[in-house]
């Protein structure tokens, strides 16, 4: 089956500080990949995604490549911000489905 | 900008009650999925609806049922609340595309007592 996982959180950053959230995933088919944010108290909303592999997503500062070889779509960022405190979900699209599967979601927390 | 409404954002229920949760979207979406998210779970799927009228069941039907009876709007219906049924229950909608984003309501925290 479809599963993806993520880094467990919460991840403490001060400002500016480099920002990596692990995520990989198990996939039949060719998946499309996709970030998520969700900030404190709202919906989740599309912060980048790719579609075939090599690609790379990237959207207010933050990177992700997708990478088939290690079945991997690490988030990143060079210099996080307080504003960027939020929950980051790794979310995958299966060929052919419209079910999405999530991962469990990883707390941001960054500090002045 | 697509929009997608909830009916409420708090709601407060007690153990027994039918509760009704709607979701509205503006965007002529075909998709549309209610989901719970619980601390240290993620987001689990209860219900997906991809046409009017048209459901299939998620990973966690149990307890819950659905309505759609016009394309904009998807009703989550808990016929008989419990209390391991609070939880905030969030509504997206995509179009028909496998790799469209979805787009998510503001959330519903529902509490039962």
């Known amino acids: 089956g479809n599963s993806v996982t993520q880094m467990e959180g919460p991840v403490t950053l001060s400002e500016e500080a480099f920002l990596t959230i692990n995520c990989t995933y198990t996939?039949?088919?060719?998946?499309?990949l996709f970030w998520y944010v969700q900030y404190p108290g709202e919906g989740l909303q599309l912060l980048l995604k790719?579609?075939?592999?090599?690609d790379k997503g990237s959207n207010k500062g933050f990177e992700a490549t997708y990478r088939k070889e290690t079945t991997s779509f690490h988030l990143e960022k060079g210099s996080v911000q307080v504003s960027d405190s939020a929950v980051y979900f790794c979310?995958?699209?299966?060929?052919?489905?419209?079910?999405?599967?999530f991962g469990r979601g990883t707390s941001l927390i960054v500090h002045p | 900008d697509v929009k997608v409404t909830q009916s409420s954002r708090y709601l407060v229920k007690r153990t027994g009650e039918k509760v009704f949760l709607e979701c509205v979207q503006d965007?002529?979406?075909?998709?549309m999925f209610w989901y719970r998210q619980d601390p240290g779970l993620g987001l689990r799927l209860i219900y997906f609806?991809?046409?009017?009228?048209?459901?299939e069941k998620g990973d966690i039907p149990e307890g819950y049922s659905v309505s759609r009876e016009k394309k904009e709007r998807f009703s989550l219906i808990l016929e008989s609340a419990s209390t391991n049924q609070t939880s905030m229950y969030l509504c997206?909608?995509?179009?028909?595309?496998?790799?469209?984003?979805?787009?998510f309501g503001p959330g519903t925290r529902l509490t039962v007592l």
């Open positions: 609806s991809y046409d009017v009228k048209m459901k």
């Open positions: 996939a039949t088919g060719y998946p499309s």
């Open positions: 997206a909608s995509t179009r028909q595309v496998s790799t469209d984003t979805q787009y």
């Open positions: 790719a579609t075939k592999a090599d």
């Open positions: 979310a995958l699209y299966p060929g052919g489905s419209y079910i999405p599967t």
């Open positions: 965007m002529d979406h075909e998709n």
